[in-house]
């Protein structure tokens, strides 16, 4: 009969090989699709991708993610958002519009648009519309305008969408514009702390791609494209190589270990599964 020592001795070994053995698969992921940071000590990982990858990339369509002041920013719609956060949990993550460091009265801000067929989804949830109008000649003197953005005779007004006052606001104001931000950031007086707001960012949430990127992740692949313009071939990246839509033998060829459990009189034994 074998002694107590013995057996710990094999449990021991066994849990060795174990973590060795995901330690090993962890490393291969991030060799596959290697994260990346700013210079700021925020990464950024799969499904996010640095757009300096020219010819292909490891990551979502729409994902790329450049760096700008030492700030991961995103680019959407002709527009760039500063990341603020991501949850890769949760598939969600905090945009905010990018603006530089000193700039406390923007101005210069579009309708915020997602691209056709994008990916990513606006969180009607979490997130609240501003509406923003500029340059009016003519307004309801009973309400408080955007300060900073006095000029001359023109007032410039920003409300919640839902309780813009009833008023012909296109007709007296040269432009209007309306922009997301998180909804715990325009709980009380947005006339003069309207920038802090919009600092504060908005939410999206993203979905996986096309049934072929799905096949891939759920063989422990990760989703690749190359970036033709015209046409954006697909591929699965796995840890004996790439291939067209999905990793092979779906960790069948991993090596896991047992312990036999003797009978009366015999030794313990390690076998490969």
């Known amino acids: 009969m074998a002694s107590p020592g013995s057996s710990l001795f094999y449990l021991c070994l066994i849990s060795l090989l174990n973590t060795f053995i995901t330690a090993n698969s962890l490393l291969t992921s991030h060799t596959l699709c290697p994260s990346f940071n700013c210079d700021n000590g925020f990464s950024i990982s799969y499904p996010f991708w640095h757009q300096d990858q020219l010819f292909e990339h490891c990551g979502y369509p729409g994902f790329n993610v450049s760096c700008n002041d030492q700030n991961p920013v995103l680019h959407l719609s002709n527009n760039i958002y500063h990341i603020r956060t991501i949850n890769y949990s949760e598939n969600s993550l905090l945009i905010s519009h990018f603006e530089p460091k000193d700039v406390t009265c923007p101005t210069s801000y579009q309708n915020f648009t997602l691209p056709t067929f994008s990916l990513f989804n606006y969180s ?136 036999n459990y003797p009978a009366k009189g015999e030794h313990f034994s390690l076998q490969m599964l």
């Open 124 to 259: 009607i949830l979490h997130n609240r519309m501003l509406s923003f109008f500029y340059s009016c000649t003519l307004f309801p003197p009973s309400l408080p305008p955007i300060v900073c953005l006095q000029y001359s005779a023109k007032n410039s007004y920003v409300f919640i969408e839902g309780a813009i006052p009833e008023f012909d606001w296109n007709t007296y104001c040269e432009s209007t514009v309306t922009v997301p931000v998180i909804e715990k950031a325009v709980k009380g007086v947005l006339s003069n702390g309207f920038a802090g707001a919009l600092q504060e960012g908005f939410e999206l949430t993203w979905q996986q791609p096309d049934v072929a990127c799905q096949s891939c992740e759920a063989t422990g692949g990760f989703c690749g494209y190359s970036n033709d313009q015209v046409h954006k071939n697909f591929f699965c990246h796995c840890p004996d190589g790439k291939h067209s839509t999905s990793c092979p033998d779906n960790g069948k060829g991993l090596i896991k270990f047992g312990l």
